[in-house]
């Protein structure tokens, strides 16, 4: 066969012309001279169709390419390429498209000025606008915060948060956090998340939970609720001393309302329940141990020494175990001497 455009012998590929004269005058891309690519300014992610993603501007320029272009589907194994640079506030830019028909490779290039425009994104004028979903409180029972706890619920929130918006979770943010004599309030723009730390806040510290919910008017016919999520600190912290059925515990651990404590005439371990513990037999925490120096011990007594007055006292020890260091801590609670384990 002779290709009626070249007259040459061989393999006609189509409409009685060989490849390579089917190649010269077909054209296998077409796109935009110009493309408009929208960036919100605040958090840098840019607009595709109707979300915003956060991704680096290569990635977003072969999105908004792919949607632009079109390209013959005759074309296999399609790659896009694309070089810019700027000028007079635009990007102009080389974009190649190639791919194989058959074996033969083709790529073909495009001019494309690229106009950046700024417009604020959803999530960030949700957030300028004070926008929230939920609200995180954080109660003591029949007490004051002290600062450091204060502190301490305030940096595990943020810790969280920051930790979400890390993974990739898009629209997540504190809007505001009240701080108040009573304890704190935190203002976040996800209910879902506002949810998980109110129930890791709990877990964490123990106490009680509970949530309640307000309408805050419609949207798209169905009501919008707004949540509040209280936890309620419990009046005991970890590391606390109280007495509790003629006994003295030192509690080890939280879990919701399950207390894990330590008797400290025995040092053996028990589980109480949270709402048993009352504030009034609470002594305080670490702030009440004291360390003392060891003279010396029997089975059953050791005899110990105020480094402060130097006056020495004998107790009962809670184990018959040998005490191998030369200080140990202690706390005094309603005047009975105890040794507290390590
Ligand atoms: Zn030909
Ligand atoms: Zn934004």
Redesign the pocket.
């Known amino acids: 066969m002779f290709?009626?455009?070249?007259?040459?012998e061989?393999p006609i590929f189509r409409n009685g012309?060989?490849?390579?004269?089917?190649l010269?005058h077909t054209q296998f891309s077409k796109g935009p001279a110009i493309l408009d690519i929208t960036c919100c300014p605040r958090c840098s992610s840019y607009k595709n169709k109707n979300t915003w993603i956060h991704e680096p501007f290569h990635d977003i320029l072969k999105r908004h390419i792919k949607d632009a272009f079109s390209i013959s589907p005759e074309l296999k194994n399609v790659e896009i390429r694309t070089k810019c640079n700027e000028q007079n506030r635009v990007l102009l830019c080389t974009v190649s498209i190639s791919g194989f028909l058959q074996e033969y490779q083709i790529t073909e290039q495009h001019s494309l000025t690229v106009r950046i425009r700024h417009n604020t994104c959803n999530i960030c004028s949700r957030e300028a606008g004070g926008y929230y979903e939920a609200i995180i409180q954080i109660r003591a029972e029949k007490r004051a915060f002290t600062d450091e706890e204060l502190q301490t619920f305030r940096s595990t929130v943020e810790n969280i948060v920051e930790q979400n918006q890390k993974d990739g979770k898009r629209g997540l943010f504190i809007t505001d956090i009240d701080v108040k004599r009573e304890g704190l309030d935190f203002f976040l723009s996800k209910k879902t998340t506002a949810f998980s730390i109110a129930k890791k806040l709990q877990e964490q510290f123990g106490g009680n939970f509970k949530q309640s919910a307000s309408m805050v008017g419609m949207k798209d016919s169905r009501e919008v609720y707004r949540m509040t999520y209280l936890v309620r600190i419990p009046a005991y912290r970890n590391g606390d001393f109280f007495s509790y059925d003629d006994s003295f515990l030192m509690i080890v651990s939280l879990h919701e309302h399950k207390v894990r404590c330590i008797d400290l005439s025995t040092w053996t371990k028990r589980v109480i329940d949270g709402n048993e513990i009352l504030p009034s037999k609470i002594f305080g925490g670490k702030e009440l141990i004291r360390e003392m120096i060891v003279v010396s011990q029997s089975k059953n007594e050791i005899q110990l020494m105020d480094p402060k007055i130097y006056t020495t006292v004998e107790i009962r020890k809670p184990t018959s175990t040998p005490v191998n260091t030369q200080i140990v801590k202690t706390v005094r609670l309603d005047d009975f001497l105890f040794l507290v384990p390590e």
Do not use: I, M, P, R
């Open positions: 290709c009626v455009e070249c007259g040459k061989g012309v060989c490849l390579s004269c089917y010269k």
